[in-house]
Each structure stands twice: as C-alpha cells, then as structure tokens.
C-alpha cells in the first residue's frame, strides 16, 4: 500500500473515468454510481479524495527530489494517500467527480446525501494545511448580445466586445476594494472576423466570500453592474448561474484538535485556514467536515504543479493519527 507507486501510476492518467477505474481496481469491495464516484467500507466517517484535476495530467518529470506536473498534487497526491489506507471499521473511502472547475461539488454532494455519515474529511491539500472554513463560490456565466454587423458600414453599432469589457473593467475595480472576497474572469469569447461585429461576446466568472450573505451581496452588486454595461453599450445582457458552493465554519472543536494531534504526529502544527473543497458539501447538510492536506509541494492548478513524493508517507501517517484520534482506526 505504496501511497507513491500510486501517484506514479495515477499521475499520467487524465480524466475521472480513467482515475475512477484505476482507484477501482485497487479498493477491495469497491462500488460505482452513476457519477463515477468509486467508495468501499461502512462507518460514520467518510474519507473524500477527488479525482478530478484542473489542467489535463501529463506523466511528471523528476527533478531533484521534486515531481513535476499538471496535477501531481492536487489531487493526484491526496487520491494516492487516500488508496494507500487499509480497510478500517467504520471508515468509508470515497474518491469523487466534480470537485474542480464547474463539477459544483455534484460527487462529494451526492455520496453526502448517500452515506448520511456522522463525519466527513476531504483528502485534499498541502501539508500542515487544515482547512475548518469553506469559501462559498458562485460561478456563472455571462453573455452579451447584440446584432453584429459589417465593421465599416454598421460603424456605431452595438458593440458586445465592449460591453464586455467595460463589464469586466468595472468589476475588478470593485473587487479591488473588497478585502476577504476574490473574482476571477476567464474563457473568454467574442466575434469570428476583424472585420465583422460581433453578435455576442462571454465570459466565465466567478465570485468568492468567506461569508454567506457578503457573497449574496456581491452577487448582486456584480450583476447591476453587468446589466449596467449592456444599457450603456445597448446589449442585452444573458447571466447564467452554473455553480454554488456553501460558505462558512465547517469543523467541530473535536475535529480541529483530531487535527492538532494527527500533525503532531508528523511533527507539525495544523495550519488552520479557509479553502473550497469537498468537505463543502458537508456543511450543506449540518454534518461537521474539515480538510487534510496530506503532501508537500506547490503550483497547483499550473503546468509546473510538483510534490515531494516521499512527503505522502507523512500524510498517511497524518491521516491514520487523525482516524485515531476521533476513535476509529
């Protein structure tokens, strides 16, 4: 039960399905849903690793100590950590779909709502790092609509590029104020032709707080200022929600000192801190939940992502000491 045999031969592999058939072959008493979630064991604790990535896998480069690649860690490494445990009464191991990107936490939601379980700890992150508070997310897409045109002779027609532009300008400079909530823009979309006006420009956006009602609010504000754009540029403007995640505390005082205990086994001390993650869908669901972050290393969500291979013995170790001190194991 080698947590880095497995990461070698997790990491090349890219998509859940392919991770899915992996982990499954691997898990005695292994069973699948419609999703592509793969869980084996029965317990009131629920073990989550996902096995979604952000970037497409590569097989990783060593370089010194280090192992290069998008999505060697996150969450290759916590997948390995996780598949390298033994059976132990009352635990359930459970690898996830939809953790990143727009999979709005579909996996971990629905084995939740599933297992009922009494505790749940996503497998997920950088070692000494504890996450005990979920940042809500909303993340949605925006279109703006006009009725193209010739370049030349439709001069001074509606614009969707600059209603989108102006939408995005006036966004950050809001978000620049806002201390303890984030917005991110990407995927960006607009025209075919230099010389044709666009009948429709988009992006996808999305917006995170560390409480509740502040990220309702910037919502809000966010979409006023959007629908303020496309009056100005004479767009219509199309907003479409495609993900929400739950914000605020996720972990009991019982879970945070579990968590003291498991890096002092290690010897470390608990970074306590805020993140998104699968223990998200816990909260949902009033069940206390935490995160575990089970390896060492850095650059996640890009090409050069890398872990210290060796540093998922520590978060096994880490892991098992966590299961002992909440009685199980």
């Given at each position: 039960m080698d947590p880095v045999r497995f990461l070698l031969e997790l990491a090349p592999l890219a998509g859940e399905?392919?991770?899915?058939?992996?982990?499954?072959?691997?898990?005695?008493?292994?069973?699948?849903?419609?999703?592509?979630?793969?869980?084996?064991?029965?317990?009131?604790?629920?073990?989550?690793?996902?096995?979604?990535?952000?970037?497409?896998?590569?097989?990783?480069r060593r370089v010194g100590e280090r192992l290069y690649g998008p999505g060697v860690g996150d969450n290759t490494g916590g997948v390995a950590v996780l598949l390298s445990l033994p059976e132990i009464p009352g635990v359930v191991r459970g690898f996830t779909v939809g953790e990143e990107g727009l999979g709005n936490l579909k996996g971990a939601r629905a084995l939740v709502a599933a297992l009922s379980p009494q505790v749940v700890v996503a497998v997920d992150g950088y070692l000494p790092g504890v996450v005990d508070r979920a940042v809500g997310s909303v993340r949605f897409r925006v279109r703006f609509l006009g009725p193209g045109g010739h370049a030349w002779g439709d001069r001074g027609s509606p614009n969707?590029?600059?209603?989108?532009?102006?939408?995005?300008?006036?966004?950050?400079?809001?978000?620049?104020?806002?201390?303890?909530?984030s917005l991110n823009a990407s995927a960006l979309q607009g025209g075919q032709a230099v010389n044709a006006i666009p009948k429709e420009a988009s992006a996808l956006l999305e917006i995170r707080a560390l409480e509740a009602s502040r990220l309702a609010s910037l919502f809000a504000r966010a979409r006023e200022v959007l629908e303020a754009?496309?009056?100005?540029?004479?767009?219509?403007?199309?907003?479409?929600?495609?993900?929400?995640?739950?914000?605020?505390?996720?972990?009991?005082?019982?879970?945070?000192?579990?968590?003291?205990?498991?890096?002092?086994?290690?010897?470390?001390?608990?970074?306590?801190?805020?993140?998104?993650?699968?223990?998200?869908?816990?909260?949902?669901?009033?069940?206390?939940?935490?995160?575990?972050?089970?390896?060492?290393?850095?650059?996640?969500?890009?090409?050069?992502?890398?872990?210290?291979?060796?540093?998922?013995?520590e978060g096994r170790k880490a892991l098992l000491s966590f299961l002992w001190a909440l009685g199980v194991g």
């Open positions: 399905e392919a991770r899915g058939d992996y982990v499954g072959s691997r898990l005695l008493g292994a069973r699948r849903d419609g999703l592509g979630n793969v869980w084996a064991g029965e317990g009131r604790v629920l073990l989550l690793a996902h096995l979604d990535t952000v970037l497409p896998p590569a097989p990783p969707p590029v600059f209603a989108l532009a102006e939408g995005l300008s006036s966004l950050h400079a809001l978000f620049r104020q806002e201390g303890g909530a754009a496309a009056q100005e540029h004479r767009v219509e403007l199309d907003l479409e929600v495609l993900g929400e995640r739950p914000a605020g505390l996720t972990a009991s005082e019982a879970l945070r000192e579990a968590a003291r205990r498991a890096l002092a086994a290690v010897g470390e001390k608990p970074l306590f801190q805020a993140g998104s993650t699968d223990a998200a869908a816990a909260l949902e669901r009033g069940v206390p939940a935490l995160a575990l972050g089970v390896y060492r290393g850095g650059g996640a969500h890009t090409e050069e992502e890398w872990v210290l291979p060796q540093s998922l013995w």
